[in-house]
């Protein structure tokens, strides 16, 4: 939104007077998907940095969020009731700094036609769940940004192989991909056959394009040209795609990892939990990155229970992987550790959790690399069954609601992954009345999320005596 000092630099700048209107768009977001956007804020750390640290450029970093979140409630023309995450700082901060620009500043802005009951933005904090974007995965989307990176709906994989220049950036998008629509959400095992029958389909194309005897064969190949060109496209870039990510699940051994870090996610047993992780750390073919990954996931979930075993596993690691600063771990924990989160995480401290934990257990899982349901889950069921506690996400002011949301934007300081992506788009299949929208400050696969881990334990460090 621009205010009264952009306008002024904007008017001081313009020395020929050649600007004739100034109009603006409320458009300061990137639509993901249909139920996701992000902001791409820079210094994505600030959200990771202890409280006795605020470094200057952290109001910046305040100010875009809520400029990003004004843009989607003026681009909706709704003005929302605002709860934020109680135990985080800077969640509290930006929902307290939201709801003064939409019901203070720029009241009359978002004066909009009230509906009978307000929609909701809920504001949490990456660190309620720091295990989501640590995981390995194993759905199509997730598991191409995971291993490859997706920026905007782009792959770029000139650093993955040689292939052509086409073939070098491609675009991944469900509005533009009928096939990656499809099967965006579907596992890797499942995806494998989907392909194969794209293939199939295409080379039945491929055979009737060969088979040209009179004019109208002719004439009917130029009309259909344009499709079978796009189709070709398609098939190389899912092939190619799929073939890359099979040969980094080879070469890091990711289904062995993969399938302890869904144990150490999912599943008590601590022992044989200490047990798998030493083994990996142990096991050559394990990369540096998935030796800390495990270590972290570990120390989340143990943290209060074998201090002991952990400062063995720390000490393994160190050892091990030494290219990771030392006490990588200890910061995450001391940021996002069982102390400093809302909700119930690992489902162990509600007695309903505690229950669905149960019966999913006797129930057994129908795939054991992708059992890990997102904290978010929880939350948006919460939501729609009006048990969203208020001692845990307190409103904004004296702006309360009155019944169950219908619309719900629930945005993550620090980012968020295609795993929670997908959750929301499952949720919102249920038709259970409330739509669920998900943004973040930054979309995050494990590398990232350990990229702003480093670098706020980097500042940390050097500001104070914080580890």
Not at 443 to 464: G, Y
């Amino acid at each position: 939104m621009l205010n009264t000092t952009q306008l002024h630099i904007l008017a001081d700048s313009d020395e020929h007077e050649v600007v004739q209107q100034v109009q603006e768009f409320f458009a300061d977001f990137v639509a993901i998907d249909t139920y996701h956007f992000t902001l791409n804020t820079p210094s994505n750390y600030m959200y990771m940095l202890p409280a006795v640290i605020d470094p200057p450029n952290l109001q910046n970093y305040c100010d875009r969020i809520v400029d990003g979140l004004a843009a989607i409630f003026l681009a909706f023309k709704r003005r929302p009731v605002i709860r934020y995450s109680q135990t985080s700082d800077i969640a509290k901060r930006i929902a307290q700094e939201a709801s003064k620009l939409m019901y203070q500043q720029e009241s009359g802005l978002f004066d909009f036609r009230r509906t009978e009951i307000s929609p909701l933005l809920l504001v949490i904090d990456r660190r309620d769940d720091p295990v989501t974007p640590l995981l390995n995965q194993w759905t199509y989307q997730a598991m191409v940004h995971e291993l490859i990176g997706i920026k905007d709906n782009k792959v770029d994989l000139g650093n993955a192989g040689k292939f052509s220049k086409d073939q070098q950036e491609v675009v991944l998008s469900s509005e533009q991909d009928a096939f990656f629509k499809s099967n965006m959400y579907e596992n890797f095992g499942d995806i494998g056959m989907s392909i194969k029958r794209m293939v199939d389909d295409f080379q039945q194309v491929a055979k009737s394009n060969q088979n040209i005897q009179t004019i109208e064969d002719m004439a009917k190949f130029v009309d259909n040209y344009p499709e079978y060109r796009k189709m070709q496209g398609n098939v190389s870039k899912h092939v190619t795609l799929v073939t890359e990510m099979s040969k980094i699940v080879e070469e890091r051994k990711l289904m062995l990892v993969s399938q302890t870090e869904q144990e150490l996610a999912c599943n008590g047993g601590q022992g044989a939990a200490f047990e798998a992780v030493t083994n990996l750390l142990n096991n050559e073919s394990v990369s540096d990155i998935d030796r800390l990954r495990l270590v972290m996931l570990y120390a989340l979930r143990y943290e209060k229970e074998s201090p002991v075993q952990l400062m063995q596993l720390f000490n393994k690691l160190a050892s091990r992987s030494p290219k990771y600063r030392p006490g990588l771990v200890q910061f995450l924990l001391k940021q996002a550790g069982v102390d400093r989160r809302t909700g119930d995480l690992y489902g162990n401290r509600d007695i309903l959790n505690i229950a669905r934990n149960m019966a999913r257990g006797l129930k057994g899982v129908e795939n054991v690399y992708t059992q890990h349901q997102p904290l978010l889950f929880q939350t948006m069921e919460s939501i729609t069954k009006g048990r969203l506690r208020d001692v845990d996400y307190p409103f904004v002011g004296n702006h309360f609601q009155q019944g169950r949301p219908q619309e719900v934007v629930i945005f993550i300081v620090g980012g968020t992954t295609y795993e929670e992506s997908r959750s929301v788009a499952l949720q919102n299949s249920f038709n259970s009345g409330t739509r669920f929208i998900l943004g973040g400050s930054s979309l995050l696969n494990s590398k990232r999320f350990l990229k702003d881990l480093e670098e706020a334990q980097r500042i940390a460090r050097s500001s104070t005596n914080v580890v």
